[in-house]
Structure formats: C-alpha cells, structure tokens
C-alpha cells in the first residue's frame, strides 16, 4: 500500500481535531462528562466535575453546567440564566437519603428564616425525590435552574417542578455555598 501525501494530510487533520479542547468528554471516577449539553433551547458548558465521596465512599459524579463559565460561586447562584447539577450515581440510593442529604445542604447554608420562606418549596423537592424511590447505579438525576425554578428529571425522564427563583438559587448552595455537601467537589465544579 503506498502512502500519498493526501493520506498524511487526512491523518494530521483526524489527529488535530480530536486533540481541539472541549470536543472530547471529560472523565471523573471513570464516568465520562460531556463538555456541552443541550437543556431545552439552551446549550450549556461543563463549568467543572468531580467526585462527591461520603465517608470514603464514592456516591456520585457531580456535574455543573452553564451557559457561560464562572469560577465565582456568587455569579453562579445569582445568574438568571439556565443551569444544571447532574448526578451520576456510583452506588444504589434510597431516593430518602437522596432528599435527606439535599435537606441538609440547604439548612447547612441558609439562615433559620430563609428555611422558613422556603419551607413550601422544600416539601415539593422532597415529594418529587421521595416519588423517585430507589435511584441506582449508573443512574443519572439532574437538577435544572432557571428564573422560573427548579425541575428535576431521572435518566432523561421529567420528574417534577418546583416553582421560584429563590429557592433554584438557595438549592445550588447545596454544592456551592459557604458550607457545601463536599468542599472538593464544589472546588471542581467550579473548575479549580
């Protein structure tokens, strides 16, 4: 077999485009992140991933995804603009420790009074991750962000909504508030 020089080119190019940053999947915990996603009408970007661990124990891959990238949890949380949260499940789960350890992230970063204001809110999110039951390995649970609310889906299957900006903002301090779930996770979602 000969070897033209259009053969040579078509390597190179092959070789050069898959070495083009963010056309390749990133990878956590062996768990492949795409690097852009489309959420309804809007493409969003990998902001950063890691591993979210519990007592040495791997729970899930933690995912955010935004519209425009940010390293400042402030311009994350305050933003009007779409995000998302995916989690990807390395182990099985009980959709109430799901909910229990959403619950403790918010009254571990918001005051007595905001719990209270969002009191109602919080019922929803825990009726929609109770109704999921049992979520497994391998799994993926995402949480989208919007001016309009939270809505929460399991392997592409909408599972429900919960409506207000306040709380959309209040939940992303599950993972990035002063006093995260896993302060190396909220570090690699925010892509340091």
């Known amino acids: 077999m000969m070897v033209t020089s259009q053969c040579v080119r078509r390597a190179a190019l092959v070789a050069a485009l898959l070495a083009v940053p963010g056309l390749q999947a990133a990878e956590v915990a062996g768990v492949r992140v795409e690097e852009k996603l489309r959420v309804g009408s809007n493409e969003l970007v990998l902001n950063g991933a890691?591993?979210?661990?519990?007592?040495?124990?791997?729970?899930?891959?933690?995912?955010?995804?935004?519209?425009?990238?940010?390293?400042?949890?402030?311009?994350?949380?305050?933003?009007?603009?779409?995000?998302?949260?995916?989690?990807?499940?390395?182990?099985?789960?009980?959709?109430?420790?799901?909910?229990?350890?959403?619950?403790e992230g918010l009254r571990n970063n918001l005051s007595a009074a905001e719990l209270s204001d969002l009191k109602g809110p919080a019922e929803q999110l825990a009726g929609i991750m109770k109704g999921i039951g049992k979520v497994k390995e391998g799994d993926t649970v995402a949480?989208?962000?919007?001016?309009?609310?939270?809505?929460?889906?399991?392997?592409?299957?909408?599972?429900?909504?919960?409506?207000?900006?306040?709380?959309?903002?209040a939940l992303l301090k599950v993972w990035l508030g002063d006093k995260p779930a896993d302060a190396a996770l909220k570090k690699a979602m925010l892509g340091n």
Do not use: W
């Not at 899930?60 to 779409?82: F, M, Q, R, T, W």
């Not at 949480?143 to 599972?159: L, P």
């Open 50 to 103: 890691g591993l979210r661990t519990r007592f040495f124990i791997k729970v899930y891959v933690g995912a955010l995804y935004v519209g425009e990238k940010a390293s400042s949890p402030a311009a994350i949380i305050d933003s009007n603009a779409p995000r998302r949260v995916s989690l990807r499940l390395l182990r099985d789960l009980e959709a109430e420790s799901l909910h229990s350890a959403l619950d």
């Open 143 to 169: 949480i989208d962000f919007s001016e309009a609310g939270v809505s929460v889906s399991q392997n592409g299957e909408a599972r429900g909504k919960v409506a207000g900006a306040a709380f959309a903002r």
